[in-house]
């Protein structure tokens, strides 16, 4: 193998480029920020991928545009557009780096325009600074510093950024992986920038189920409840039971992956969303005095390695069939959203090894191995492109993503994008 020394010249040089390009890399990151890729609906995704494209084309990367065509949420208003740049030096292996350009919603309770890019001590903030455009931008100078280098490198690299990752990936890193830009033989090995700090390697994530319960009654007068069957006192049932039985018996359940923070290391559920009876009305209308006939709930439950699929689904159906037998005219519909199985690539892979290395050699410490408490892409690139050498590594704190004045620290994206370097200039000549 191949990896660079501490006392290389080679190495110290390339550091110290990627050293230097510090404001470069702010001013790249910033202008990401900018653009706000608010998902859903999916706003600004053509406009993102160009900045993108556009800067590594001149770089001399080969720039694809792949819109991802009937994926949900693909329209003539919000096409699903992502970019795919490879620069080729010669035979040998592909090292990929991937980023999802898409952000949440703002959300109330910033105290600087989330926007705008604001730069203040040390830190850059805005929606998507530290999940993940700070690390999209990390991994972009590292591989412009590469290039520079003249090391000679063999093989390619690849940068990607791609869409939807806040809503599934369907349109994003799915729909590409499907079409093998995931797969051997055009890739080799796979890094996500994603915000897990800048001494963590993630090999993995846990399992999730996404799933729609509806309770359902039979509508009536509201000044005359008895002549009908409420629907929402029926989820009361549900999320009464869900307290008592479900809850207690997932906190008890645990994990060998090392998930973090330590708390995900159990088994949850969270009641995503929760609507019963009419529509809400606009402005200051008054609704009909109506017993709700249905009541929908959305749950997402996060499970871990040991635990199945069909055990997860099979203790919701049990515990919904126990209230149909238990509670008078109780009726249920139950229907699966979406649902991921739980990720784990070995340490010992080359991504893994490599990256962890690199985390040495730039911080002086030793990598963590860690798995994140929710999904990313690296499940398509697994499950669908069938490519196993796959991890997260990127700058930014996991807390702080989808939160009011999130930012990514600036020293930090300098280090992340040194680790990165370093890992595929190891990947590309290594064995």
């Known amino acids: 193998m191949s990896f660079p020394t501490a006392d290389d010249p080679r190495r110290i040089a390339l550091l110290e480029a990627i050293e230097a390009r510090e404001d470069e890399l702010v001013d790249l990151a910033r202008a990401l920020v900018r653009i706000p890729t608010v998902n859903p609906p999916g706003e600004d995704y053509r406009a993102c991928a160009e900045l993108i494209g556009d800067r590594l084309a001149r770089r001399g990367f ?23 740049a490879r620069k080729t030096f010669g035979a040998g292996p592909c090292v990929h780096f991937n980023g999802h350009i ?43 510093a590469l290039i520079d280098s003249g090391l000679g490198l063999p093989g390619a690299i690849e940068i990607s950024g791609t869409v939807d990752e806040e809503s599934g990936g369907y349109g994003g890193v799915a729909y590409l992986a499907e079409r093998g830009w995931f797969s051997k033989p055009r890739v080799d090995h796979v890094i996500i920038p994603e915000p897990l700090e800048v001494d963590q390697v993630c090999i993995g994530h ?37 307290e008592r039985d479900l809850i207690p018996a997932l906190a008890a359940r645990h994990t060998t992956m090392p998930v973090v923070p330590e708390m995900a290391r159990q088994s949850t559920v969270n009641f995503n969303s929760l609507h019963g009876g009419q529509a809400e009305p606009e402005g200051d209308q008054l ?13 997402d439950r996060r499970f871990l390695a040991e635990e199945s699929l069909e055990s997860v689904r099979g203790e919701v159906v ?59 892409d690296q499940k398509h690139i697994d499950r669908i492109g069938r490519l196993r050498d796959c991890i997260a590594y990127g700058p930014g704190l996991l807390a702080l993503a989808h939160q009011p004045d999130e930012y990514v620290g600036i020293r930090d994206m300098v280090l992340s994008a040194q680790v990165m370097a370093l890992a595929a200039w190891g990947l590309l000549t290594g064995d």
């Open 62 to 84: 080969e720039v694809t545009y792949v819109r991802g065509e009937g994926t949900p949420g693909d329209t003539d208003r919000h096409p699903r557009w992502n970019v795919i």
């Open 102 to 144: 898409d952000v949440v919603l703002p959300g109330e309770g910033w105290t600087v325009d989330p926007f705008a890019g604001v730069v203040k001590d040390g830190r850059l903030y805005g929606r998507g600074s530290s999940d993940m455009k700070g690390g999209i931008a990390a991994a972009i100078i590292a591989a412009e």
């Open 206 to 242: 846990r399992g999730v189920w996404w799933a729609e319960i509806e309770t359902r009654g039979r509508i009536a007068h509201g000044s005359m409840p008895f002549l009908g069957d409420c629907a929402v006192r029926h989820m009361g049932a549900v999320l009464e039971r869900f």
């Open 287 to 299: 609704p009909a005095p109506c017993v709700p006939d249905s009541c929908r709930l959305v749950i």
């Open 318 to 376: 049990g515990l919904l069939d126990g209230l149909k037998a238990e509670r008078p005219n109780f009726d249920y519909g139950l229907r699966e959203l979406f649902s991921v199985a739980p990720v784990l690539t070995e340490r010992e892979r080359p991504v893994a090894r490599d990256t962890a290395r690199a985390v040495q050699e730039v911080l002086g410490r030793e990598a963590r191995f860690v798995c994140s408490p929710g999904t990313y």
